[in-house]
């Protein structure tokens, strides 16, 4: 008989999520809808800490409430820790020093990633770009980068919905259209991006449509997870030789 070590309070989880408390609507390619994701996850919820909370409203104990749900999710067994909003980057140093795995706390890891393998500067689409400074890049060891920043908070669906909290209902086609007239006009004023990467945690269910319009490698937060899935949880190859 093989013994087998216990001390999980869930099995088979792969990665843990630290998610804000939101409830609009998540399509598949949402970090928040784990139909649409091919790895396990497990989620703890930050009660009463919602997306303009975070944005507009940061206080010193919501430090304390992110590590705290960082380090529950380490318990329950989780292999890797991620976000649900990509402004979370400012904390991806402290939970790293509070946890014994894995953490990626916002898709902005990527940045140097996408310059590196495009040789140019790279795009950025955030949720407000009169929020994500210096800081947030500096924080994930991207403020080298060269980047052009694009948000969506001049719009009038996403922005009511996601940024305000006016309502939990979303027009989804309208987000989709309001999302590309903001990528668009950022590449007519910088024709010299070579990637996208989405900060948004709300985007990736549209990577597909900005890639079809516009050509470009696009990464996001769900690109990362499924590369960080990979890294923990490795898998034998299957083939022949």
Not at 4 to 27: A, D, Q, R
Not at 71 to 94: D, N, P, R, W
Not at 187 to 210: K, M, S
Request: aromatic share 6%; hydrophobic share 45%; proline share 7%.
């Amino acid at each position: 008989m093989t013994k087998v070590s216990g001390g999980k309070n869930i099995c088979g989880v792969s990665i843990g999520v630290i998610s804000l408390e939101s409830y609009f609507p998540k399509p598949p390619g949402h970090i928040k809808n784990p139909s649409g994701l091919p790895f396990t996850t497990c989620y703890e919820i930050l009660r009463g800490i919602s997306v303009p909370d975070l944005l507009y409203r940061p206080t010193p104990a919501m430090q304390n409430t992110i590590l705290e749900a960082a380090l529950s999710l380490e318990m329950q067994g989780v292999k890797a820790i991620t976000g649900s909003c990509g402004f979370l980057a400012l904390y991806q140093s402290v939970l790293v020093n509070a946890v014994q795995i894995p953490v990626f706390s916002s898709s902005l890891i990527q940045v140097p990633l996408a310059y590196q393998m495009t040789g140019q500067k790279v795009g950025v689409i955030t949720a407000d770009a009169t929020v994500l400074n210096s800081h947030y890049l500096k924080a994930v060891g991207a403020d080298h980068v060269p980047v052009a920043i694009a948000g969506l908070q001049d719009s009038e669906e996403f922005a009511s919905v996601i940024l305000h909290n006016e309502r939990n209902d979303m027009d989804l086609e309208l987000v989709v259209e309001e999302l590309l007239t903001v990528v668009r006009q950022l590449l007519e004023n910088n024709p010299d991006i070579g990637a996208l990467v989405l900060e948004c945690t709300d985007l990736p269910p549209y990577a597909h449509r900005l890639q079809a319009e516009f050509g470009l490698p696009i990464f996001d937060l769900t690109t990362l997870a499924c590369m960080a899935n990979d890294v923990v949880q490795r898998q034998p190859f299957k083939g022949f030789m």
